[in-house]
């Protein structure tokens, strides 16, 4: 069992930056891809970015491409989403994921766990 806790939420302008971080529970962080995923009331859940368990690749939606970066420490059980360049359109709950499936990055139900979700809120 893992247990997902995100923070780092916030309101910010547009243009402005946001680190995320989600913190893992459990000894074997480092077997686990991880992604976030991000969601509105009006939209169903969508990927924003994946990395595998070591790190050596990344995945990343196209809305977010070039202005957003997922990273991970695994000796800290934690991977983060760097935003810049923060759009209205970003605005959303954002998921912290974790599996051992191989399965799709982008697909939620490859995703066995998952966290409470950290509201971002880009005003224009």
């Known amino acids: 069992q893992v247990q997902l806790v995100e923070s780092g939420g916030g309101l910010v302008q547009t243009g402005d930056s946001l680190r995320l971080s989600c913190a893992a529970s459990g000894r074997t962080f480092n077997t686990y891809r991880m992604a976030w995923f991000r969601q509105t009331p009006e939209k169903e859940r969508e990927f924003v970015a994946g990395?595998?368990?070591?790190?050596?690749?990344?995945y990343y939606a196209d809305s977010v491409k070039g202005r957003f970066t997922i990273s991970r420490d695994n000796a800290k059980n934690t991977v983060y989403l760097q935003m810049n360049s923060l759009k209205p359109e970003d605005t959303a709950v954002y998921y912290c994921?974790?599996?051992?499936?191989?399965?799709?990055?982008?697909?939620?139900?490859?995703?066995?766990?998952w966290g409470q979700g950290t509201q971002v809120t880009v005003s224009s």
């Open positions: 990395i595998s368990p070591r790190g050596g690749s990344t």
């Open positions: 994921a974790a599996t051992v499936y191989s399965g799709s990055y982008y697909s939620p139900p490859t995703y066995m766990y």
